[in-house]
């Protein structure tokens, strides 16, 4: 039997959740061997829903858009960070649209085995469960998927990764 | 975060007392102040009133989505205001404007901004949801319509 993980992708949202995910995952890949892809997705589908409403004017939609770049770009370079930092190989992927779709997309491009999502927000109101874009991604990828919670326990296990 | 944890009752005010569009963006920003949810109250105001400037946020269906980015905050924050009796927004419809949704996010959180303002925008679709948001009686009913939405 080969390993029962060759590719774990991890999905970057720039939210605490999901940098604790990521840490995890980097100890998932030490300890597993597998490759590691982290995914950060700017939600150009939300930027445009807003012009649509208009809620944003045209010059806003740009700015954010060009903010949103810069946030994946910082995100990702420092979960790149934090996997170097433990001498694990990471894959940096961005990309744009709806966020459910795109990792969707990139679990089946890249024949992902496994999804590790941070921890789900709390659901308040039955509009939360349709619209939490890693819920949805949760329920769509057809890989398994971790949901990594306890915020400190990762830490710890982060920390004492060689 | 999702906007729902951004709800509760002191950054909920009905009904709002002003009758004005200047008036309405002032005592939005007040809530959030009075809230403690803000320091430099003229600052948050001056970011809100230049985005309305460059065209009113006031929407069709008598909403309106003031926002801006702002240092004024740390993180993301949210005032509701009604207006059972409609104030003069210079929304699109031309139609005086009732439920007000004030957001305002640290220039540094673009991504938690739009998803924001994204959620704003999906609530607002449904029609019977802000008619009853406008026919709440005080901040708590308001809380537990957003709860029970």
Sequence with gaps: MGKPIKKILVYIDGTEQSVNAAQYAICLASFSGAELIAHYVINTRAVEDLLRARIFLKDEQVEYEHDMEADAERYLNYVNELAVKKGVPIIKKCSKGTVHKEIVNTVNEDEIDLLVIGELSRIRSRRDEFYDENERAMRAVHCSVLIVKDEDRVWEMYESLA | ?149
């Design chain 2, 1 to 149: 975060m999702a906007l729902i944890d951004l709800i509760v009752e002191k950054i909920v005010k009905t009904p709002l007392e002003s009758k004005d569009k200047p008036d309405v963006l002032r005592e939005l920003v007040r809530i959030l102040k009075d809230a403690e949810e803000i320091d430099d109250f003229d600052s948050a105001l001056k970011a809100v009133q230049n985005r309305e400037d460059k065209q009113s946020t006031g929407l069709e269906k008598s909403i309106a989505v003031p926002h801006a980015k702002t240092d004024a905050v740390s993180s993301l924050k949210l005032a509701i205001g009604i207006a059972p009796q409609g104030i003069d927004f210079d929304s699109i419809d031309g139609e005086p404007s009732k439920l007000f949704f004030l957001l305002l996010a640290p220039p540094n959180q673009p991504g938690t901004h739009v998803e924001a303002l994204a959620e704003i925008a999906k609530l607002a679709r449904s029609k019977a949801f802000c008619k009853a948001l406008v026919s709440a009686d005080n901040a708590k009913e308001v809380v537990e319509l957003m709860e029970g939405g």
